[in-house]
């Protein structure tokens, strides 16, 4: 099973969408650039997004441009340029450019504990580091408990009761993606700044770049050329289901919380932000390191949403590989911008479909710039399931289990980590080769037998075969290992 919680007034248990980007794997064959339009459109086609907006920055240069879809189905409004979405939790990477600029100007220090500059927070609040309110690691109680609506209506409520809540976890014990944390440095950057922080961002940051487009605001505005939102989530008995007719999407940030996701733009105005992130129109390139390195936790481990984010640096996600390493703000599970600050590529992906999750296929759009990124190539994998990747592209996957005897008899100490397969096996269906996958699954059950995900995606693979006597098999075996495993359980009520 794969799990990504990072919205930020939805947080669904996503189950893996097994038919995600069939199409991209085979157009992965192509290098050009040109062929990041089919790729768009096969993901566009695949997860139902009606509306897109494209942006590459390569050298420095933005050098791509696209828009695809509609911005507002219900009237056919094409997207244009023009066209201004909702960045959501995207706005938290401005938000750390805006404290490392305090920073700069030495009114900040991010390793220095809140109640400096906070006083009037609760007293088991003082100690918590500006640091660990940018990396999620604070355990303060999130103000957003379980999704519970912050509006204009009942904020100043919110805010008293979160107040009277004990902490979490021992600061710096864990990663919780928390709202409390962004509502936090808000404040922060008003009483530093001394003006509201959206207005700080828009002095130091927008205007600096150029970015008339970009704005502070939620549904309650009125936007020119606002593209409308959208999704395919229903609720039935309080639990997110994806269902099969799109609906309107009414997203409500009210002000105390706009530091978490409140901003709206465009993918053009976000690749000049970009550009001048990297060029030193905003910080220096010392800052630039402390705002991209992801926070540790007390043990000295780097926590992060899961997937490919591994880490969460300040206010940017980060995705920490030995090859392409990115920082990778992500929004509202509708929106991403991945920054490879090695190979001087940026990808910026901008819809109006909460659940299309940009990030799942950024990485295939880079290799046409960067071809030894190609997820078919095995790109991702660790080097020891890479070399098995290869292996198996020749042989065929029928060969996997003969190939790892072989490798152990080589190697006794050969080992194949149950996450890193796991993933392997997602990637694979993400470039719609499901019967690899099942294999790759299959392994990983015999594996690790004791593990409810092991048993949770083959039955997910099973499910997207058309084998609903072994989906149901599988899938009975992993809520009896975990019996809080709704996907397990909500596919074993179907009739």
């Known amino acids: 099973m794969k799990s990504y919680r990072y919205s930020f007034c939805f947080r669904p248990i996503i189950v893996a969408l097994l038919l995600l980007l069939g199409s991209l794997g085979a157009s992965q064959a192509q290098s050009a650039p040109d062929s990041v339009d089919q790729l768009v459109r096969s993901a566009m086609q695949q997860l139902r997004i009606p509306g897109l907006q494209l942006a590459v920055v390569r050298h420095g240069q933005i050098v791509k441009l696209g828009n695809y879809g509609v911005a507002n189905v219900q009237d056919s409004v094409p997207v244009t340029t023009q066209t201004r979405f909702f960045l959501n939790s995207i706005t938290k990477a401005f938000v750390g450019v805006a404290v490392m600029q305090l920073v700069e100007a030495g009114k900040l220090d991010v390793g220095a504990p809140v109640g400096r500059y906070l ?15 940018l990396t999620h690691t604070s355990g303060l109680p999130d103000i957003m408990p379980e999704d519970a609506l912050v509006t204009e209506n009942n904020e100043k409520a919110a805010w008293a009761q979160v107040q009277t809540q004990p902490l979490d976890f021992a600061p710096g014990q864990q990663f919780a993606y928390n ?5 936090l440095l808000g404040r922060l950057i008003d009483k530093l700044s001394g003006q509201p922080f959206a207005e700080f961002i828009r002095q130091r940051q927008l205007q600096v770049v150029g970015m008339p487009r970009t704005t502070s605001g939620d549904a309650h505005d009125v936007l020119t050329h606002g593209a409308r939102g959208y999704t395919f989530t229903r609720y039935s008995d309080g639990q997110p289901r994806r269902g099969k007719e799109l609906r309107n999407l009414f997203e409500v940030f009210p002000p105390s919380l706009r530091a978490a996701a409140g901003m709206s733009s465009t993918a053009e105005e976000m690749a000049r932000w970009l550009v001048a992130l990297q060029q030193g129109k905003l910080l220096q390139p010392a ?9 540790r936790l007390n043990d000295g481990s780097e926590r992060g949403f899961g997937g490919k984010l591994t880490g969460y640096a300040l206010g940017w996600p980060t995705v920490t590989r030995p090859e392409h390493p990115a920082v990778a703000p992500v929004g509202g599970g509708r929106s991403a911008v991945f920054l490879y600050p090695k190979d001087e590529l940026a990808i910026v992906v901008l819809t109006n479909l909460q659940g299309a999750s940009p990030e799942r296929f950024i990485d295939a759009l880079a290799s046409c710039y960067l071809p030894d990124m190609r997820v078919a190539d095995g790109f991702g994998l660790p080097p020891t399931l890479r070399a098995l990747h290869r292996t198996l592209r020749q042989r065929g996957f029928a060969h996997l289990e003969e190939e790892v005897k072989k490798a152990r008899r080589k190697d006794a100490t050969y080992a194949l980590p149950e996450d890193a397969v796991n993933a392997w096996g997602y990637s694979l269906v993400e470039q719609d080769k499901l019967t690899d996958a099942l294999a790759v699954f299959q392994l990983n059950v015999r594996l690790y037998p004791t593990s409810a995900n092991t048993y949770d995606s083959l039955a997910e693979t099973y499910a997207a075969l058309g084998n609903k006597k ?26």
């Open 119 to 133: 006083p009037e927070l609760p007293a088991t609040w003082h100690p918590v580091t500006v640091r660990q309110l």
């Open 287 to 295: 800052s630039l390191t402390t705002l991209w390195t992801a926070g």
């Open 470 to 495: 072994l989906a149901t098999q599988h899938y009975a075996r992993a809520l009896a290992l975990n019996p809080n495993n709704r996907t397990a359980a909500a596919y074993l009520k179907q009739p």
């Open 179 to 183: 709202q409390t944390n962004y509502l």
